[in-house]
C-alpha cells in the first residue's frame, strides 16, 4: 500500500515503475533500486547511501534518526 500511494503520487502504477527500471537495467544505463523487508532496513540503506531515498509506512516515520528525514507525501 506505501509503494502504491507513492507511485499514484508520481504519476505512475508498480508496474510501470518496474518496468522503466527493466528497460534502464536491460540497456545497461542503471540498476534498479533495491527493495527492502521492512521500514527498518529501509531506513538504515538510506542512512547508508549519499543521496539515498527509500519509501516507508506513515506508522514508521519515527523511526528515522539521524542523517535521515522524512518526507511525507499526501
Given at each position: 500500500?506505501?509503494?502504491?500511494?507513492?507511485?499514484?503520487?508520481?504519476?505512475?502504477?508498480?508496474?510501470?515503475?518496474?518496468?522503466?527500471?527493466?528497460?534502464?537495467?536491460?540497456?545497461?544505463?542503471?540498476?534498479?533500486?533495491?527493495?527492502?523487508?521492512?521500514?527498518?532496513?529501509?531506513?538504515?540503506?538510506?542512512?547508508?547511501?549519499?543521496?539515498g531515498i527509500?519509501?516507508?509506512?506513515?506508522?514508521?516515520?519515527?523511526?528515522?534518526?539521524?542523517?535521515?528525514?522524512?518526507?511525507?507525501?499526501?
Open positions: 500500500p506505501t509503494a502504491t500511494a507513492f507511485f499514484s503520487s508520481i504519476g505512475l502504477s508498480a508496474a510501470e515503475f518496474d518496468r522503466i527500471w527493466l528497460e534502464k537495467a536491460l540497456s545497461g544505463q542503471a540498476n534498479p533500486p533495491s527493495k527492502k523487508s521492512s521500514a527498518a532496513d529501509v531506513i538504515s540503506a538510506v542512512g547508508a547511501t549519499p543521496g527509500g519509501i516507508i509506512p506513515k506508522a514508521d516515520e519515527g523511526k528515522a534518526t539521524g542523517s535521515v528525514k522524512v518526507i511525507p507525501v499526501n
